[in-house]
């Protein structure tokens, strides 16, 4: 009687115990926040300036963190614009942390490649579009302000600037008949979830 009491009484002990030190879940992942603005400028046709604004709840961003690099993409589920950003590995700070000058025609000894791409839905079903490259006069910067490694979120913001860029949204085939603007995209990223 006396052991199986004693055999109760220590199993009885060791669950109470095991409860104690079961790790508790893990708390889910906090929703990432989205913005980006695009503006476009007409020097010669204030009248066409334009701008919008995007947020997460049309705005999709993903983003790897790969041996190659980190790479980060932006495009609007119902719009024409999308904006992918590369940073190769050499480049990236071990945190991730850093601000990104991006690597263009104007600016050649920047790290971040960019390139913007513009969908024109020129009749139902069919579609053309602009793809900007690093090759223009463009500017700006990737800065990631925070990383949690263990979760795989990241941070940060951007600006990219296109200057003197044929009007995307002029489906001519011909650049020197087309309005010039500049173009600007201006965005922010919350707790971005890295693939």
Do not use: W
């Given at each position: ?77 119902n719009a024409p614009d999308d ?33 913007y791409i513009f969908t024109r ?14 090759f223009s006069l463009a500017g ?56």
């Amino acid at each position: 009687m006396k052991t199986l009491l004693t055999l109760c009484l220590a199993t009885a002990l060791l669950s109470s115990c095991s409860k104690e030190h079961d790790p508790q879940p893990a708390a889910p992942d906090p929703a990432p926040t989205l913005t980006v603005t695009r503006t476009m400028t007409y020097a010669t046709a204030p009248s066409r300036d334009n701008g919008v604004t995007y947020t997460q709840k049309t705005l999709d961003g993903s983003g790897t963190l790969t041996d190659t690099g980190l790479k980060l993409l932006f495009s609007e589920q119902n719009a024409p614009d999308d904006l992918a950003m590369e940073v190769p590995k050499a480049a990236l700070t071990n945190a991730l942390n850093g601000t990104y000058a991006l690597n263009t025609r104007t600016n050649p000894s920047g790290v971040a490649d960019v390139r913007y791409i513009f969908t024109r839905i020129n009749t139902p079903g069919q579609t053309s579009g602009v793809i900007v490259g690093k090759f223009s006069l463009a500017g700006g910067q990737l800065v990631v302000t925070q990383y949690d490694s263990e979760r795989r979120l990241v941070s940060g913001s951007f600006e990219v600037r296109y200057e003197d860029l044929a009007d995307p949204t002029d489906g001519r085939f011909s650049d020197s008949d087309k309005l010039h603007c500049t173009l600007k995209m201006v965005g922010s990223f919350n707790n971005l979830k890295l693939r």
